[in-house]
């Protein structure tokens, strides 16, 4: 899934009384907007500087807590009218939607938006309109086929109209993302358009320097407060400042000199140390919010392997994990909590609590030594688990060694295997290659189960010749026909409850070994009021922020 | 003490210089507490290093096992306790976030700094001499064609082809082994420049012609007559290149291209640590402290080294390059 | 010992502090006074104390670590007790120094002109620095550099080396001393160019009255240019007196060895039974250039030359006419850019050096720098056995035999087979190149300058070993050497090169007491001679 | 003179060629695909195949190559979609990444590069001289033996030991400097020096001791020449002969260490850029190494190699200048 968190729980408001307008905002990031063309983002409800410059069909609700997994109407009047198979989605956009340049945004600039996303010039966004809308798989893009996609139509200038190859319940939650943002054709410059984007949001963009490493954002005056009820867009100006190191920015929030004092990060967490350093600090701590994201931090199997195609092995591997130390190496307990479901523990996403393995708080070596000797070796295994050398905690080598030190324990002799960060990808993710365990991660594109278990576990996602995500190869006809069955579900309490015991189900066989799920801890300046950080994105809402 | 850093003040050249024999520089050597002090130093890692198991059994830790309870998970897992968790059992205290026991990780990573710092240096002398002195005994065309190979390893950043080779080596390689080869293959170069100045000087000198006057190959002469006279200023600066290979370790493991996790070595156990220094300070200083006490010894042994063969700034060596030929 | 004396040394020591040693004791006991106006030489073999006296009288050992006792008086200033200022100003003002080596004792950075005003304004505060400079045109103008206006522009490097020597007689001029102590000032020069030097500092001295302190090892100069003649060995002082007295009836064995050992330049060349053998070498129009293009340098310009077995031919010229590069070529350490070289018959001009590996042992060469030519770090007697060990003809008990027996041949302990060079004295170094250049059996041996580096005690002994060598192995040798009286003396016959030409070319005799051409002449007038 | 700055340009110019050719060769045989990575992270194979066309990796390795090279010379044309971009003459190519002209990207990056290596440089070069001509100036005092060691314990101290203490020191404890963060110097002046005093510092010790220890043995080294000599017999001052005959000789050795450190002055600027997260080319390189961005990695090396080997050059060059008895050949 995206790389971007998601979000909960504790936020907190900065210092007291109302937010009002003006001021400039400073957003401090590690990563620069290299991509900012609407076509090229790969975001989770439209990204949180996007969605500043670009409005979409559908958004994200701005909300703290769980409020904010819900999806409500932006351009569009409604989330989208469902055909009763859930096959066509009909939206009608609002009155009054004006670009920065004051002319109005008509339905076809969505359509050209979202056609300009499959020319291959402008590679980057997800997968899914490519999947779903009917001729999208071979759709080459406006500038190689003029005549455009015909699963998308246009009767009038409001009206917009999506034909859907299957039925797709969550396609509300697909029009939160940037290339649901209207493009007008006649300002297209293709990929130069990033450089001055025009804006449908609160703010135009008035500089983008350093390939994005410089941001600045202005009030865009044509945009009408009446027709957004999601953004506040309080500040003035926003200036966004990347490409800093993760230690710069948090020691700059929590100093908070000058300018820093109305910052905040849109992608930075606290890290361990910093966190370490923060709770000794009251009047830090209390300028620090909790985020939760949907997202799951596992180990994956390739069952066609020897030794792993014995389900007990698998067993052995999952009662033998130490959570306690897997969080530790994770960040600490404040930073990761142990996670035994495949789905993260969130509700929106349907998340039903199961251990089907019960390893305790610090592993069961004995068990695990029980069904080794069980399946054949009583005198332990020699297994290779494969991580990247990138140093985080998804994927890297600290994460691999608290593993690595359990199963040892458990009558394991493990060898690590660290690749460079791209030979790891390329390996752990082609069918032919992948390696027989190794550290992996997902995480959700929207709060919903569908993209958290159906790229995992459906089997006819299993790519042969590309990358390939359903690791543990299950190609299960009943798992198939359910995800099939709540993809046509439109009502998402009903669907969630069907995901989650799908999850349970499918953790019977041991092909991942669910190991934590990431808690995100936010810094912000202590001038910055109106905190909201959803369970959407776990990230503060830069939307919401208010500096006066 | 002060005589320590002395330079040779004499107006001679480094080839010209007396014929000290090897006792005399060992006597010079000894003379000098700091090289001894140094010297010491420098033996004691070494054993630390080599009996790095012992110690472990003596202190009863690993450098792997992980120590849970002895971190405060809630708090981005710092140590519990003061000063990083010492106590009787981790004499050093332990690492954050894993408990791993830091004294016998510093022994381990003693290990691998000063076998890739050694290594490299061996490697980069091995290729200095051999195309310093093939540059400065072949042709004109050798000559310019290895002056053109020397220009390009010292114009190459050594970080960035380190990043791009570390990843296109297979995995299976050992990572010492293979820092070892990176900073050996590529900075080599000013070596190089230095054995074929060095060279070009002695060939100038009448010796050398005599040699030639009694129909010595030209393999003969680089043996008998070239390569003692560059021992000395070889022996130097290859003083000067170790704890500077040993700085080249440590910062690729920094930049993440270097030694990985679990094995321990000084500059990746820094580069780690980095963001603990106000967390948990100890976990910076001992290793930036260890790596900080070899340069240094390093750096005073070498120095009083070059001090007793007489010889003069290397860097001076590399300006005003001789061409062949050269008057009397 | 009056006051007004100009100088009054009186039991002055000067010991240098030597590492893991006792010091080394460069001047013992000396003592000696000069009137106002006078000129003293000092002479001596090297390391017998000279400079070190010298620079004494500047004060120019203090902060050195050297351990200077006794009084110096120079102009009533007592230099060994004066304050930093006192001495500043004594330094330059009162006496003033002509170095050596004329390139090194100038600021490679600076103009010429600009250090000369520098050292102007030092001891003459308030004066402006345009003045200074005018004063600087003025002298360099005096010590005759042509154009100085101009001239005072430069930098060291643009001057040849006797204008060099000249700017730092100007510079010396410039301060009005009364004293100028010259420390060597001419040994750096060619003959020609040093009697320019020698007159321009005795027309100075008539002009000015200053006193003149003059370090020389050459007895020659001494004779024509000062008054008084202090002879030192070891520090100490052998002998002292008129200059005439001294050299005419020298009291003392050492002063006596010193004279008789001076070669003289009228002195015939004891005849010679063996010469007039078969040809050896034969070269014809050879050619060497350095450097392509433009900067390209012809070092030597068409050189034609025959050398006969038993047969001596004595090189000489100037400082870079090509000497060194011409006997490079002849025993084929440099290949000739055109001409042709032929040995025995056989063309070895063009040949490569695998092919010439089995010529190599036949002709040898004695190096011009005697520290250069050994390898610091092998014992000697290994470089002498180095050509034997190539050859591969006899075994190490037969080898080592036949080096102890060179060693012997040239006059040197048969034991010194394991020491190192630097354990020789420049002689004895040269003794040690003679013995490798035999050592292979040779028919011809080119002699590069092998006695310049040594003293004329020294000299007479090699020369004279040569010469015996050559009647009893029949060796064609060539002798190159700047020194007039010294290639007379081993000639048959002379070859007179300049700019990398022969100017003239006879039977040594010949060429001496009848020079043909007027370089000749001007080159044997100049010759200082010591009576 | 001139002749010998055009034979050594040339020379460059085969230094360039042949770093281009290596950086080529090694990112074919890098593991991962920069279409895949420029391509985003789901795409399916059809995809990558078309990105793959669209950056022209489907061509032979040689073809491109000569594309680059060609770029370099004429510059190039490439398709935005809706028309085209020109990349003007000595075109690097466009980002695999974010389809930037190499040459922007370079130049936005070079001002942060550049300032920090200006400021360290012109801080070792003041620091460095300015205590090695104090310890020749105090010989044998006190003042000399503390510098000895100061200096010894300087150069045992990368960048990153004397980052890390500079930061904890003045960042954290005292809080007397700003954490650093690059402001264009056009944007605050005053700004840009007191966030860049603390990297540029970091760099600068290191480099700065090993200046003091060169500045003070060639000092001493020129002292001991004849000509210095001279001067003291004829009554110049210490501080005369140091400061008008000493140093400027001192000085030729140093500055070509000056132009030779160039080359690893861009190691030492990296380290500092990703420790204290400035916006240099160090970073650009570091990124796009790592995501195989194959034409801002020759960009990158060809821009720095060459502006190594020219330092090289102008060091020589200067050399000659300042001691006119080194001969340029
Ligand atoms: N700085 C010094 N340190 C130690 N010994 C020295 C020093 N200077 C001179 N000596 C020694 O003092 C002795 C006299 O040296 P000095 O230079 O006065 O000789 P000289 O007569 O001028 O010889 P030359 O003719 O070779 O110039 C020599 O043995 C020399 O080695
Ligand atoms: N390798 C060389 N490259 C360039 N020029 C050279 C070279 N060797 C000699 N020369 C030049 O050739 C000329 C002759 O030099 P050579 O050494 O033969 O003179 P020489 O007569 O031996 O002088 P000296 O009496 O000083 O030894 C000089 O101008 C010298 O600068
Ligand atoms: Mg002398
Ligand atoms: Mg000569």
Redesign the interface.
């Known amino acids: 899934g995206p790389k971007d968190s998601g979000g909960d729980a504790g936020s907190a408001d900065g210092a007291g009384g109302a937010p009002k307008k003006g001021g400039t905002l400073t957003v401090l990031n590690r990563a620069p907007q290299k991509q900012f063309d609407p076509a090229r983002l790969y975001t989770s409800g439209g990204g949180n500087v996007p969605s500043l410059v670009f409005r979409t069909l559908t958004t994200r609700h701005r909300a703290d807590g769980a409020e904010g997994t819900k999806v409500v109407p932006d351009l569009a009047t409604d989330t989208g009218k469902p055909s009763d198979d859930a096959k066509v989605w009909t939206y009608r956009l609002k009155d009054g939607l004006k670009y920065e340049d004051g002319s109005p945004i008509t339905s076809a600039d969505i359509k050209y938006g979202i056609e300009r996303s499959f020319a291959a010039e402008l590679s980057g966004g997800g997968p899914y309109l490519r999947d779903w809308l009917i001729g999208g798989e071979s759709y080459q893009g406006p500038y190689k086929e003029k005549k455009g996609l015909d699963s998308i139509e246009t009767p009038d200038a409001k009206t917009i109209v999506f034909h859907l190859r299957k039925s797709e319940g969550d396609f509300p939650y697909l029009a939160t993302s940037t290339q649901f943002a209207p493009v007008p054709k006649a300002k297209d410059t293709g990929t130069k358009y990033a450089e001055h984007p025009v804006s449908s949001g609160p703010y135009k963009v008035v500089k983008n320097t350093g390939d994005g490493e410089h941001l600045l954002l202005e009030r865009n005056p044509n945009w009408s407060e009446a027709t957004d009820k999601e953004r506040h867009a309080y500040p003035d100006t926003i200036d966004v400042r990347s490409g800093l190191s993760s230690a710069v920015i948090n020691q700059r929030l929590s100093t908070g000199s000058g300018a820093d004092a109305a910052a905040v990060t849109t992608d930075t967490n606290l890290g361990p140390a910093e966190l370490a350093q923060v709770t000794n600090d009251k009047k830090l701590a209390s300028r620090v919010g909790t985020g939760h994201f949907a997202y799951t931090n596992y180990l994956a199997f390739n069952p066609e392997s020897k030794p792993f195609d014995d389900p007990k092995v698998r067993r052995a591997v999952a009662y033998a994990i130490n959570r306690t130390s897997v969080v530790n190496a994770a960040g600490g307990s404040s930073l990761a909590e142990p996670a035994t479901t495949f789905l993260p523990n969130q509700k929106p996403l349907g998340h039903t609590p199961y251990d089907h393995f019960p390893a305790g708080k610090t592993g069961d070596a004995d068990k695990a030594r029980a069904l080794l000797k069980e399946a054949g070796h009583p005198d332990g295994l020699e297994i290779t688990l494969t991580h990247s050398t990138a140093a985080n905690f998804e994927t890297g080598p600290d994460v691999a060694t608290a593993v690595q030190e359990a199963l040892n324990k458990a009558g394991f002799k493990v060898k690590l295997e660290g690749l460079e960060d791209n030979a790891y990808e390329d390996k752990v993710h082609s069918v032919k290659d992948q390696p027989g365990l190794f550290l992996a991660h997902w995480g959700a594109d929207w709060p919903s189960g569908g993209p958290f278990l159906a790229p995992i576990f459906d089997g006819r996602q299993i790519v042969k010749d590309g990358y390939n995500f359903n690791a543990g190869r299950l190609d299960d006809a009943k798992v198939n026909d359910e995800i099939d069955a709540i993809n046509k579900i439109t009502d998402h309490d009903a669907a969630a409850k069907r995901w989650g015991a799908l999850d349970a189900k499918i953790g019977e066989q041991a092909l991942t070994v669910p190991l934590f799920h990431p808690v995100y801890k936010r810094l912000y300046g202590k001038d910055v009021k109106n905190v909201v950080i959803s369970d959407w994105t776990g990230v503060l809402d830069v939307s919401q922020v208010a500096v006066k | 003490m002060t005589e320590l850093l002395t330079v040779p003040t004499g107006p001679e050249a480094v080839a010209a210089a007396p014929a000290s024999g090897t006792r005399q520089v060992w006597r010079r050597l000894r003379a000098r507490k700091a090289a001894l002090a140094a010297a010491v130093v420098l033996g004691l890692l070494v054993v630390l290093a080599l009996a790095a198991p012992l110690f472990a059994a003596l202190e009863g830790q690993d450098p792997t096992t992980y120590h849970d309870a002895l971190v405060d998970s809630a708090r981005g897992g710092v140590p519990v306790g003061s000063f990083g968790g010492i106590s009787a059992e981790h004499w050093l205290g332990v690492e954050p976030g894993t408990g791993r026991d830091l004294f016998v990780r510093l022994l381990y990573g003693a290990r691998v700094s000063l076998a890739v710092a050694v290594g490299a240096t061996v490697l980069q002398v091995l290729i200095g001499v051999a195309v310093g002195l093939a540059a400065a005994l072949g042709n004109r065309i050798a000559d310019s064609v290895l002056g053109h190979l020397t220009d390009v390893m010292v114009a190459m950043p050594l970080l960035v082809f380190a990043i791009a080779v570390t990843a296109v080596v297979p995995e299976g390689f050992p990572r010492p082994l293979l820092l070892v080869v990176v900073i050996g293959l590529i900075a080599w170069g000013a070596m190089a420049r230095l054995v074929r100045a060095q060279a070009l000087g002695l060939l100038n000198l009448d010796y050398v012609s005599a040699a030639r006057l009694s129909g010595a190959s030209t393999w003969r002469i680089a043996r008998r007559e070239l390569l003692p006279g560059l021992a000395a200023p070889v022996i130097t600066y290859a003083a000067v290149m170790l704890p500077q290979n040993m700085l080249n370790e440590a910062a690729m493991s920094f930049l993440g291209v270097g030694i990985k996790p679990p094995t321990p070595s000084w500059g990746q156990m820094l580069s780690s640590a980095t963001t603990w220094f106000r967390a948990d300070p100890l976990y910076v200083v001992l290793p930036a402290l260890m790596l900080f006490v070899t340069t240094f010894a390093f750096t005073v042994l070498g120095d009083t080294v070059r001090a007793a063969l007489d010889p003069r700034e290397a860097s001076r060596l590399r300006v005003g390059r001789q061409r062949k030929g050269g008057s009397s | 010992m009056t006051v007004k004396s100009l100088v009054s040394v009186e039991g002055l020591s000067v010991s240098f502090p030597s590492a893991g040693g006792p010091p080394v004791r460069a001047v013992e006991n000396l003592s000696f006074s000069l009137a106002p106006g006078g000129a003293l030489g000092i002479v001596g073999e090297s390391g017998s104390g000279k400079s070190t006296a010298a620079y004494a009288l500047l004060g120019l050992h203090r902060g050195t670590g050297a351990d200077v006792t006794g009084t110096v008086r120079v102009a009533g200033h007592d230099v060994t007790a004066a304050g930093e200022a006192e001495l500043r100003r004594v330094r330059g003002g009162v006496a003033a120094m002509v170095f050596q080596d004329p390139l090194s004792s100038l600021d490679p950075y600076q103009a010429v002109g600009d250090q000369i005003a520098e050292v102007h304004r030092i001891h003459h505060r308030g004066v402006s620095r345009r003045a200074a400079r005018r004063r600087a045109v003025e002298v360099l103008d005096r010590v005759g550099i042509p154009d100085a206006a101009r001239r005072s522009r430069s930098r060291p490097h643009e001057f040849s080396g006797g204008q060099r020597q000249r700017a730092l007689i100007a510079m010396a001029v410039a301060c009005e001393p009364r004293l100028l102590v010259a420390d060597e000032p001419t040994t750096a020069l060619d003959v020609t160019v040093q009697a320019q030097i020698l007159g321009l500092l005795r027309e100075l001295r008539e002009e000015t009255g200053m006193g003149l302190v003059l370090v020389t090892h050459d007895l020659g100069v001494a004779a024509g240019n000062v008054d008084e003649l202090l002879v030192m060995r070891g520090g100490r002082a052998v002998e002292h007196g008129p200059v005439r007295e001294v050299l005419r009836a020298p009291r003392e064995p050492y002063t006596r060895d010193l004279l008789a050992a001076v070669p003289r330049v009228e002195v015939r060349r004891a005849p010679v039974a063996a010469s007039g053998g078969p040809v050896l070498l034969e070269a014809t129009g050879l050619r060497q250039e350095f450097g392509r293009g433009r900067r390209s340098v012809t070092a030597v310009d068409g050189i034609s030359l025959t050398l006969r077995a038993g047969e001596t031919v004595g090189v000489v010229g100037e400082s870079g006419s090509g000497k060194t590069t011409l006997g490079r070529m002849l025993v084929r350490l440099l290949q000739p850019t055109a001409g042709e070289l032929r040995y025995e018959g056989r063309d070895i001009g063009a040949l490569g050096e695998r092919e010439l590996r089995s010529f190599r042992s036949e002709l040898q060469m004695v190096f011009q720098d005697p520290v250069s030519s050994l390898n610091p770090r092998r014992s000697v007697g290994e470089s002498i056995a180095d050509p034997l060990r190539v050859a591969g003809r006899l075994g190490e008990k037969e080898i080592v035999a036949r080096v102890r027996d060179l060693l012997d041949r040239v006059g040197l302990d048969p034991d010194a087979y394991h020491r190192y060079p630097h354990e020789f004295s420049g002689g004895q170094r040269q003794r040690v190149g003679i013995a490798r250049a035999l050592a292979p059996s040779p028919k011809v041996v080119v002699c590069d300058e092998p006695v310049s580096a040594l003293d004329v005690t020294t000299q007479a002994q090699v020369v004279s070993l040569l010469g015996e060598l050559q009647r009893e192995l029949g060796l064609g040798l060539v002798f190159i050497a700047h020194d007039l009286a010294v290639v007379r003396q081993v000639s048959d016959r002379v070859v007179v090169m300049r700019g990398g030409c022969v100017v003239e070319e006879g039977v040594a005799d010949a060429v001496y007491e009848r020079p043909e051409h007027p370089y000749t002449r001007g080159l044997l007038e100049a010759v200082p001679r010591v009576v | 003179m001139t002749a010998y700055v055009v034979r050594r340009l040339l020379?460059?110019l085969?230094?360039l060629l042949?770093?281009s050719v290596?950086?080529y060769a090694?990112?074919y045989?890098?593991?991962?695909?920069p279409a895949?990575?420029?391509?985003?992270?789901?795409?399916?194979?059809?995809?990558?195949r078309?990105?793959r066309?669209?950056l022209g990796l489907d061509q032979p390795v040689y073809a491109q190559y000569w594309h680059f090279l060609t770029g370099i010379v004429t510059g190039h044309d490439?398709?935005?979609?809706?028309?085209v971009?020109h990349c003007d003459a000595p075109c690097l190519g466009l980002?695999f990444?974010?389809?930037?002209p190499v040459t922007d990207?370079i130049v936005?990056?070079l001002p942060a590069t550049a300032s920090l290596a200006a400021g360290a440089m012109v801080l070792w070069l003041v620091i460095g001289i300015g205590s090695g001509l104090l310890s020749v100036l105090r010989r044998?005092g006190v003042t000399?033996?503390v510098l000895?060691w100061i200096t010894?314990?300087g150069?045992?101290?990368?960048?990153?030991?004397s980052g890390?203490?500079l930061?904890?020191l003045f960042?954290?404890y005292l809080?007397w400097l700003?954490?650093?963060?690059y402001v264009p110097l056009t944007d605050d002046p005053e700004q840009w020096a007191w966030n860049l005093l603390l990297p540029c510092l970091a760099l600068a010790l290191l480099e700065s001791a090993k200046y003091a220890?060169?500045t003070?043995?060639?000092l001493?080294?020129t002292?001991?020449?004849?000509?210095v000599?001279?001067?003291?017999?004829?009554?110049?001052?210490e501080r005369a002969i140091v400061g008008?005959?000493a140093l400027?000789?001192a000085l030729?050795?140093v500055i070509?260490?000056t132009a030779?450190d160039f080359?690893s002055m861009?190691?030492n600027a990296?380290?500092a850029e990703?420790?204290?997260?400035l916006?240099g080319v160090g970073?650009l390189?570091?990124h796009a190494?790592?995501t195989?961005d194959l034409p801002v990695?020759v960009g990158?090396?060809m821009v720095?190699?060459a502006a190594?080997?020219i330092a090289?050059i102008v060091?020589?060059v200067l050399?000659?200048v300042?001691?006119?008895?080194?001969?340029l050949?």
């Open positions: 020379g460059v085969a230094v042949v770093l290596v950086v090694t990112f045989l890098a593991p991962g695909d895949r990575l420029a391509c985003g992270p789901k795409c399916d194979p059809e995809q990558i078309q990105v066309s669209q490439y398709s935005t979609g809706t028309g971009r980002s990444q974010s389809d930037q990207l936005q990056r044998g000399e033996r000895t010894l314990a150069t045992a101290t990368p960048v990153f030991i890390i203490g930061l904890m960042c954290a809080e700003p954490f650093p963060t220890r060169l003070r043995s060639s001493l080294e002292l001991a020449e004849d000509h000599r001279t001067f003291r017999a004829y009554g110049a001052s008008r005959h400027r000789g030729a050795p070509a260490l030779a080359g861009f190691g990296m380290l990703a420790m204290f997260g916006p970073q390189l570091v190494t790592q195989i990695v990158l090396v720095t190699g190594v080997a090289n060091a020589d050399y000659a300042a001691d006119r008895r080194v001969a050949r």
